[in-house]
């Protein structure tokens, strides 16, 4: 399989995004590991949209690495998605005609035969979005514009990979560990 990561673990004034990279690169290992291709996009570093384009139209599973950045992804991310996803290879508009009214809204998207991991990493506790009187109230509902944004390309997720509380109680190492069983389990050979 052919893999595109997106590292948005971004810095700020030089800072941080050392977590992110970090998953970034075990997940790029482990993949090659199990024989694929995998390219990595850093949103550090400056991006040409129509390589961009390319790499999405030849990947069959994108993987979004990013931080939980005040409720969201960084604004780097949201940037990439405006200068990327308004591609016309990428998605054909919002699906509906004036030919055929059966066409519903959100339909239009060209990458209906690929696949995204959404993989973040959090300073909140696992606790905040699991218990109900805490926080937040799940991960995947706190994204949902992420997720909207996908299944508007077309694409069908697999399950969120979230690392916890990764300042005051940090497991970097057992997260690393259940990173790469994630993988193993959903892209490895007996996948």
């Known amino acids: 399989m052919n893999f595109l990561i997106v590292n948005a ?7 941080g995004g ?7 690169e075990l997940a790029e290992r482990t993949l ?3 024989g ?3 390219v990595v996009t850093d949103l550090n570093e400056p991006y040409v949209v129509a390589d961009e384009v ?3 139209l030849e990947a069959d599973v994108l993987i979004f690495q990013t931080p939980g950045w005040w409720m969201t992804t960084p604004w780097q991310l949201i940037k990439y998605e405006d200068d990327v996803f308004v591609s016309p290879e990428l998605c ?13 809204y959100g339909s239009g998207g060209f990458l209906t035969n690929k696949r995204y ?12 979005f699991t218990d109900p009187q805490q926080f937040f109230e799940g991960l995947d509902g706190l994204f949902m514009p992420f997720h909207k944004t996908m299944q508007f ?7 969120s990979f979230m690392v916890n509380d990764v300042f005051k109680h940090p497991t970097i190492e057992a997260d690393f560990k259940r990173w790469e069983a994630y993988l193993t389990e959903h892209f490895g050979q007996n996948a």
Do not use: F
């Open 117 to 128: 991991v959404l993989s973040t990493t959090w300073n909140a506790p696992l606790e905040a």
């Open 9 to 15: 673990g971004c810095r700020i004034n030089g800072q």
């Open 153 to 159: 390309l077309g694409l069908k997720a697999y399950p």
């Open 92 to 104: 054909g508009g919002d699906g509906r005609t004036r030919s055929d009214p059966e066409k519903k």
């Open 54 to 56: 390319k790499k999405i």
């Open 18 to 24: 050392t977590l992110s990279a970090a998953m970034v």
């Open 32 to 34: 090659k590991h199990h």
């Open 36 to 38: 694929h291709c995998v």
